[in-house]
């Protein structure tokens, strides 16, 4: 891509367009900004600028626009896709000033809020007033909204809520030109032509920046329970999620923990958890409502399928101290992995049923390949992070085949009905695994919107799209 260096011309136009104040060239902010919670991959920025409004981010993108600089747009920084990485310098355009709940609606059970406002930070704040967001990434007390709806992310409680898809009514965004639009209504239908607030969702800032994002809420559940269910093997454990939907009840979260990942978690957080030695894998699974006794038995029928695939010993968590110290030690999970050893963390989704295929196809392959995995997540919906450690694969092979596994891991993934990433992304590190999925028909419609939104390419290059394959 032939983009143009930021030169002393076109930093002086931007410095006088919005404010010296909001733009940094400093060796410290330049590296802060050239990396997120992707692996360990640093790409740095010639220029970090950090608007206010959206008329400063509308002024940005002209400028930049017409000079061709990238621009790529930055949230939190807790992506795990790469696609907040700089990857051709530019500009790093940080929406951490956009941090203002603007209005919380509770007739129309609405919000409006900026995109910098830290999600677990908009969770309590409409939770004071009874009502519920239920998108609550693990990353919830440092991500941003604007990220999560760049990268449709979801979170546990996803199985029951559904997600972040179904809780976006409209987005302000600027387009790569600097015209400024509202994608949709605030409305709960929308059959008025093509629904761009849908396809902002998921698109990685490649397509426009938010600057206002309006949500649904719901009426906060009073009550909940949480179980804990043991296994002997993680196939035992993942067959049992589809059996529990297929009872007839739906919890609203149900997580599955690998044992090396709990073992890991209890060593790195401190977690209090007695870890027996015949489990395998354990199952989290939350009930919510505003009514117990439905709650309960909801909880009995669960025990019932979980008798019935083998399940070792059922807890529950009797106090809010015990529940949180469960759910910091799902929460923490990827953070001690990756303070355990060198790391890729994947991000497969499939339908419930195919999760044990899912999960003994994975060890297959890490044997074919050397490499060891610990996998863990949110396995109601059919999402399974991966997290593919290296053990005793040698460097060269770490650099060279592990590729070919994570492809493996990806192909088995598509056959078995499932896709590429369920809620981190394709960003920068999967984009050469998206023709294992899509053919080029389906690129080459994705690549179309993309230059429809952005002729000049500016707008967070060389993310989602693999290159075009040559005949």
Not at 35 to 42: G, K, Q
Not at 173 to 178: A, E, H, Q
Not at 228 to 254: K, Y
Not at 418 to 438: A, C, D, N, R, W
Request: glycine share 10%; aromatic share 8%; hydrophobic share 40%.
């Amino acid at each position: 891509m032939n983009f143009t260096k930021i030169n002393s011309e076109i930093l002086a136009e931007i410095k006088s367009a919005i404010g010296e104040e909001k733009v940094f060239t400093d060796a410290e902010s330049l590296d802060n900004y050239s990396h997120d919670e992707t692996e360990d991959l640093r790409y740095q920025p010639e220029v970090v600028v950090k608007p206010t409004s959206p008329k400063d981010v509308s002024t940005l993108l002209k400028i930049c626009n017409a000079h061709h600089v990238p621009v790529t747009p930055r949230g939190g920084g807790t992506g795990l896709s790469g696609a907040a990485l700089p990857i051709y310098g530019g500009v790093s355009l940080s929406m951490e000033k956009f941090k203002s709940i603007l209005d919380i609606d509770t007739e129309n059970l609405q919000a409006t809020v900026e995109p910098g406002v830290i999600t677990e930070e908009f969770i309590n704040a409409v939770g004071e007033k009874g009502l519920l967001y239920p998108v609550d990434p693990s990353s919830k007390g440092s991500c941003f909204l604007g990220g999560n709806v760049a990268h449709g992310s979801g979170g546990p409680r996803v199985v029951k809520y559904g997600t972040i898809r179904e809780y976006i009514l409209n987005l302000e965004v600027v387009l790569p030109n600097g015209d400024i639009i509202w994608t949709g209504a605030n409305t709960l239908k929308y059959a008025s032509g093509y629904n761009l607030t849908q396809l902002m969702i998921g698109s990685e800032g490649t397509l426009a920046v938010v600057t206002k994002i309006v949500t649904k809420l719901l009426p906060k559940p009073s009550q909940s329970v949480l179980m804990m269910g043991s296994f002997s093997s993680n196939e035992d454990a993942c067959a049992a999620v589809s059996a529990i939907f297929r009872a007839g009840v739906t919890p609203s979260a149900l997580e599955f923990m690998e044992r090396k990942g709990v073992e890991w978690v209890i060593k790195f957080d401190d977690i209090k958890f007695d870890l027996k030695d015949d489990v395998a894998a354990l199952l989290m699974i939350e009930f919510d409502g505003d009514d117990l006794d439905d709650i309960f038995k909801n909880c009995e029928k669960t025990n019932i399928v979980l008798e019935e695939h083998n399940c070792t010993e059922v807890l529950f968590a009797d106090t809010a101290s015990q529940k949180e110290e469960l759910w910091r030690m799902r929460r923490t999970m990827a953070e001690s992995v990756k303070a355990n050893s060198v790391y890729k963390e994947e991000d497969t989704v499939v339908p419930r049923a195919a999760l044990p295929k899912l999960i003994n196809g994975i060890k297959e392959i890490g044997s074919k390949y050397g490499f060891e995995s610990v996998c863990y997540g949110h396995a109601g919906d059919g999402n399974l992070h991966v997290n593919i450690v290296k053990a005793g694969m040698s460097d060269g092979d770490w650099k060279d085949k592990l590729k070919f596994g994570i492809a493996e891991i990806f192909e088995l993934t598509t056959a078995l009905g499932g896709t590429l990433s369920g809620e981190h992304g394709i960003g920068l590190v999967q984009k050469e695994f998206m023709p294992i999925k899509y053919s080029e028909i389906h690129l080459n419609l994705m690549r179309g919107i993309k230059n429809v939104f952005d002729p000049n390419g500016i707008l967070n290059p060389g993310k989602i799209m693999p290159n075009p394959q040559t005949p």
